[in-house]
């Protein structure tokens, strides 16, 4: 838009990939990209679409974060699908900006944005990226969690097509054991071609939102992503990092009895991404107030719009 904060220079037109090929092959410069993943971990990330990373958070700033995560109160209390759920973390604990925008979460956001996505492609700038949500969730036993689905556009309020890929870093913040559920299972290589009828599946119109409602709107689609689905055992501060556009559902617990099991999730994008969704904005008064967001590029967004803040990685 005309009078730009952020209007970045290119060196060519950037042209949006097709639905199902929004992951491109890597180039060397992609493989290669300072940060705390290994050259392993970065092309697993290209092939599959998403990469389990043992301790990715840990020391000092983990522990604080497991001292404060069973204080944090819930947006929307009652929900069938999880005991716990809050946006803006930060908000309630400082610790969470933290993790959100200095952590080896942000620096894995960043090494797996390609430089291309991120800024002036004829000088090479690297900008950081912007924090499009972040999400505080506790699956208690009992809780359904929310079935296979890609983020609508609340949990991913931006354009479809646009500068990419779209990071999601999930950690635990509790631990998770092997079958006993609480955790996040997701389907490698469902961000593809072969999966967009399922994508269409959750987003049909309507007046209530159907991402969680897989199961029963595509009995078929449910059955070939819970063929392919992987859901591990982890410990605190290991990290599921996946795109945009793969799958992932909640694993409800096979019992009904235990404790609940704290993650924190948050979803890195360029700033030149353009909003589109809706957002729930704090007034003066402290109300929140329902916007809907629309061409936007982030990094012209005021606070009328929503607080998207600055990923600041410290450097060797």
Request: glycine share 10%.
């Amino acid at each position: 838009p005309i009078g730009s904060r952020c209007r970045v220079k290119m060196g060519a037109v950037m042209h949006p990939p097709p639905p199902g090929m929004e992951l491109h092959n890597p180039t060397e410069e992609d493989l290669s990209q300072d940060g705390p993943l290994t050259r392993q971990q970065v092309e697993e990330f290209y092939d599959r679409g998403v990469v389990l990373v043992r301790g990715l958070l840990h020391g000092d700033m983990l522990e604080q974060v497991v001292k404060v995560r069973d204080s944090l109160a819930t947006m929307m209390p009652g929900t069938e699908t999880y005991g716990t759920i809050a946006t803006e973390a930060w908000s309630q604990h400082g610790i969470f900006e933290d993790v959100a925008l200095r952590s080896p979460l942000a620096a894995a956001a960043e090494q797996l944005t390609p430089a291309s996505a991120r800024g002036d492609m004829t000088c090479r700038s690297v900008k950081p990226l912007r924090v499009l949500r972040d999400s505080f969730f506790s699956l208690a036993p009992g809780k359904k969690g929310c079935g296979w689905h890609v983020d609508d556009a609340f949990f991913w309020p931006t354009k479809v097509e646009g500068p990419g890929p779209g990071v999601n870093v999930w950690v635990a913040l509790d631990a998770v054991e092997d079958g006993a559920g609480g955790g996040l299972a997701y389907a490698p290589g469902s961000h593809r071609l072969g999966f967009l009828p399922a994508r269409a599946v959750i987003r049909q119109p309507g007046a209530v939102p159907q991402t969680c409602e897989m199961e029963s709107l595509s009995p078929e689609c449910h059955s070939a992503l819970e063929a392919i689905k992987e859901c591990p055992a982890m410990q605190p501060g290991d990290a599921i990092i996946h795109t945009r556009f793969l799958f992932h559902r909640g694993d409800p617990f096979i019992s009904p009895h235990g404790k609940p099991i704290a993650r924190y999730s948050v979803r890195y994008v360029p700033d030149t991404c353009e909003l589109e969704g809706v957002n729930f904005v704090t007034t003066t008064d402290g109300e929140k107030k329902r916007v809907m967001l629309s061409g936007i590029p982030i990094c012209d967004a005021g606070l009328e719009h929503g607080h998207f803040p600055a990923t600041d990685v410290m450097r060797a």
